[in-house]
């Protein structure tokens, strides 16, 4: 059986005594094992990182991100390798992998305009004879921690943009689907990146712990579930580290009595069960202002749901693939079981499914909770599974409490026709990112992504402009440069211009 390894200073290396096991989550099969790097390691790597910097920081912007270009060339040529590499790991259906892959190159598209991201600002005669100008340097070594669950697109939101500005860095991808973030980054190998500006080290706890420890690692970003964020963002600043850790989230749609409901039933199917509910914007919890619109969007939903295609992640045409691991289709099943304890009502359950020929994949199909209330877990927790919750709330004003009120606030949408509505809904709602008649409202690279409360601890979003801001440090030069032939007095007073 394969076992991947490492890649530290441009090469496949191996490190660490423990492996994990990598799933096919369709068939419940072990296809690899992956390395779990040890401390040494991940020194070695810190190491590669630290001795590429100076070059590497000092090259020009420009001959930078001609390796980008490349990069995102040979990535599209790769696409339906990697995409299967996504799709066999993961579970997530073909077209989902292509389309993650893509919102993944937008970012490498908006790295490569680094030499107009870093060039400053700069003002002529700030004082008599004086010029100053601000400009924008690399941080140092950086690293990257990311989820299962976008195991291309998640580190493309990060390296790219990281290096661009300069910085050398050390990815940390998820051990349970570690296959094609390898994969992509020995194609940025390929694309001409000199050794040890981009470093990958598989592995778990252990890992990112070295990290977290190292000094000569300056900023981490860090991308997963809310108790490992909250963890990564105190250990990092704690020991003066500059940390961006986004978090896990509970998403609500809110329908309006005016919403075109087809189109909210359709968009709600896709956003709630697409990727098996497995995405941090993926919409949980319908709240639907009044009783007719929650009797009348369930009544479109639960043929939908029975209708779902559900199969291996590795066949076209599907709606949905499996979980990503046993232990995982277990923790949802428990939430699903809880919810009828809590007397919320189940309108579909799709535990128990059965896929024929993939018997022993991780499999559950699309369920549908009725008057769910806020104190129940199942309204509360991330569940990260297909489990979609209606709750019924009187008015918009209800509706914008009841978000406001939850600790997460990743992203949020509201359905309707009413553009005062949704004006209000915008201004009033305390989330980092909001649709209107928009699902799924992730920014796109050019903008930034982010939530609020506890889905994201740090000053700065993810990618885009905060990212830029992110990765590198500002520099202000003020300079002067007084005519020879003249001399001037000592000044005691603080100077200024009036
Ligand atoms: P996770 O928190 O279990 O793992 C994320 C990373 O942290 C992995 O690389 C993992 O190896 C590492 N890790 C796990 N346990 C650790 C520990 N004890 N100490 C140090 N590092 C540890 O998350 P996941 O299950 O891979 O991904 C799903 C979660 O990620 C969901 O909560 C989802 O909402 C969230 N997510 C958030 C966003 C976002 O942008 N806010 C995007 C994608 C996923």
Not at 2 to 31: D, Y
Not at 172 to 197: N, Y
Not at 267 to 276: K, Q, R
Not at 404 to 419: I, K, L, P, Q, R
Request: some cysteine; proline content about 5%; aromatic content about 8%.
């Amino acid at each position: 059986m394969k076992i991947i390894t490492h890649l530290i200073n441009g090469e496949m290396t191996a490190g660490g005594n423990r492996t994990s096991a990598v799933f096919n989550p369709s068939t419940g099969n072990t296809i690899r094992q992956v390395e779990m790097a040890d401390t040494t390691t991940v020194q070695n790597a810190i190491t590669a990182a630290k001795a590429a910097l100076p070059h590497w920081r000092n090259t020009p912007p420009v001959k930078r991100v001609q390796i980008l270009f490349r990069f995102k060339q040979l990535i599209e040529q790769h696409e339906e390798q990697i995409i299967s590499l996504i799709s066999e790991e993961h579970g997530k259906t073909l077209e989902d992998s292509a389309g993650e892959l893509k919102r993944g190159i937008e970012n490498i598209d908006f790295a490569v305009g680094a030499p107009e991201l870093l060039k400053g600002e700069y003002s002529r005669n700030v004082g008599p004879e004086i010029d100053s100008w601000s400009d924008f340097h690399a941080v140092g070594v950086v690293a990257g921690i990311t989820p299962f669950n976008f195991p291309a697109m998640v580190p493309l939101w990060m390296y790219p943009l990281a290096i661009a500005c300069g910085n050398t860095f050390i990815l940390k991808p998820s051990e349970r689907a570690p296959s094609s973030t390898l994969f992509i980054a020995q194609l940025l190998h390929q694309a001409g990146l000199p050794d040890g500006v981009l470093n990958v080290v598989n592995g778990d706890k252990e890992a990112v712990d070295c990290l977290l420890a190292s000094p000569d690692v300056k900023a981490i970003s860090f991308v997963g579930s809310t108790p490992i964020a909250e963890y990564i963002y105190s250990e990092g600043t704690r020991r003066g580290k500059r940390v961006q850790a986004l978090g896990g989230a509970k998403n609500h749609a809110v329908i309006m009595p005016d919403a075109d409901l087809n189109n909210a039933a359709n968009a709600l199917m896709g956003a709630a069960y697409g990727s098996c509910g497995e995405r941090c914007m993926a919409i949980s919890v319908a709240v639907c202002v009044g009783d007719q619109v929650a009797d009348a969007l369930i009544e479109k939903l639960k043929p939908q749901i029975n209708g779902l295609k559900i199969g291996a992640g590795t066949n076209r045409g599907l709606d949905m693939g499996p979980l990503i691991t046993k232990a995982h289709l277990e923790k949802v099943s428990d939430y699903v079981t809880d919810g009828l304890k809590s007397g919320a009502e189940l309108v579909v359950d799709g535990r128990n499914l059965s896929v024929t020929g993939h018997e022993n994949g991780f499999f559950i199909g699309g369920c549908l909770f009725d008057h769910v209330t806020p104190e129940m877990r199942i309204y509360r927790e991330e569940i990260f599974g297909p489990v979609l919750c209606v709750v019924r709330v009187p008015s918009l004003e209800d509706a914008i409490a009841l978000i406001n009120a939850h600790e997460y606030g990743n992203g949020t949408c509201v359905f309707t026709n009413d553009g005062e509505v949704a004006r209000l809904f915008a201004n009033e709602i305390e989330v980092g990112m909001v649709g209107v008649n928009v699902p799924l409202p992730v920014p796109v690279s050019y903008h930034s992504f982010g939530g609020w409360k506890r889905s994201l601890f740090g000053d700065l979003h993810a990618y885009g402009p905060d990212g830029v801001r992110f990765y590198t440090r500002r520099k202000t030069v003020t300079q002067r440069w007084i005519k020879r032939e003249r001399h001037e007095a000592a000044q005691f007073y603080f100077p200024s211009n009036h």
